[in-house]
């Protein structure tokens, strides 16, 4: 009799904390109803809904100090240092040491894997990227690689001092790129990041335009690792949950680290739209509350897949038309790129707590909580009329 009682209450306890444990679970922004802007998603919601486009991670999280990875974006599938794409690169604020700008910058191409990881392992990653490149059939006789490789610093939850990527686990990153959904929250290169004083990491979004407006898919991935006042399509979370940057009116430097956003479309674009594409990546990550600081480093890639304006071999040797969306068709674009920048941004925080291949971040002694998703929930029915 004894035995049957507690059963009975630790069936009813199961009863009661169920409700509780769905409130808290790692959820997209659409599923709680944070649906920013007008425009519709992909088949994914996710940057690989840009046909070709692949996404690969490599997550290392061992014992309580080392959380980190790398997260890898392919534009096709095909050789890129042969079939380069248009790109474009812009700076918010330059606190930054993201590696490959200026060949881009000047030429306009990207001709290697986009690679995202730690601020310190930035040359590992490149020398991945690099090696990957040059074993690439068709590559035997290539001499010079522009590795394309972005960086935000996840010291505060990693042994970043130990520097513990290493070039093969970038290849294994590139190797697992895959298209469809793509892994969000804490893993590869958002293992260790930190955002608005929450968990960040990895998110993704996307917007397909209707025919009536080209029919274009815009696709962006960031990897969240900064600080400001968050607000979620509007909703004050940062001041409503109390914390958010400036809140003791005391100038400190919890709203400064970086972010790297990364915009692939399947519009046909000049280097010169695509730069002016990224720059909208801004609006989408001031909507977000983003502080923008002295010690943030705000960086966006932006490039198109579309087979019309790859650079080839035989377009680079000769003259060539290239097809190139004219600048009257291209604001609903930038559009687009705002509203999938904002959810990708909203996704890295909410999927924070994720569980990934058996693991998931916890709190541990860092003091880095993930946003509490039971309480957006509740704001977001008090918000309700």
Do not use: C
Not at 185 to 211: C, D, E, M, N, Y
């Amino acid at each position: 009799m004894k035995t049957h009682k507690i059963l009975i209450a630790l069936l009813s306890l199961t009863i009661t904390l169920s409700p509780l444990q769905a409130e808290d679970e790692a959820v997209r922004a659409r599923d709680i109803g944070i649906t920013p802007g007008v425009l519709t998603p992909g088949k994914n919601n996710a940057i690989t809904d840009v046909a070709g486009v692949k996404v690969g991670h490599y997550t290392l999280m061992e014992g309580d100090t080392i959380r980190t990875g790398v997260t890898a974006i392919l534009p096709h599938g095909d050789n890129l240092y042969q079939n380069k794409v248009p790109a474009a690169v812009v700076i918010g604020n330059g606190y930054g040491k993201m590696m490959g700008i200026s060949q881009i910058m000047e030429l306009g191409e990207i001709e290697t894997p986009v690679v995202l990881t730690n601020t310190l392992n930035v040359p590992e990653a490149a020398a991945g990227v690099i090696e990957w490149t040059l074993a690439q059939p068709g590559n035997e006789e290539v001499r010079s690689v522009n590795a394309v490789v972005g960086e935000t610093n996840d010291g505060h939850l990693n042994d970043i001092r130990g520097r513990h990527i290493t070039p093969e686990m970038v290849k294994t990153a590139i190797e697992g790129a895959r298209g469809g959904p793509v892994s969000e929250g804490a893993i590869g290169a958002g293992t260790g990041t930190v955002a608005f004083g929450w968990k960040g990491g990895i998110g993704t979004s996307s917007r397909k335009l209707p025919a009536s407006l080209g029919g274009h898919t815009v696709g962006v991935l960031v990897q969240s690792n900064y600080g400001g006042i968050l607000q979620m399509d509007g909703l004050p979370v940062g001041e409503a949950l109390g914390q958010y940057y400036l809140r003791d009116h005391v100038a400190d430097d919890k709203a400064d680290g970086s972010i790297m956003m990364v915009i692939a479309t399947d519009a046909p674009l000049s280097d010169r739209n695509l730069e002016r594409l990224a720059r909208r990546a801004m609006g989408g990550l001031a909507r977000t509350g983003a502080s923008l600081t002295n010690g943030s480093g705000d960086y966006v890639i932006s490039f198109s897949t579309a087979e019309s304006v790859r650079r080839t071999a035989e377009r680079r040797s000769a003259t060539s038309l290239v097809e190139d969306l004219p600048n009257g068709e291209i604001s609903p674009l930038f559009e687009a790129t705002i509203e999938a920048t904002e959810e990708a941004i909203y996704n890295s925080l909410l999927m924070a707590g994720a569980e990934h291949d058996g693991k998931r971040y916890e709190e541990g002694d860092s003091g880095v909580p993930v946003l509490p998703v039971a309480e957006v929930k509740r704001l977001l029915r008090d918000r309700q009329p």
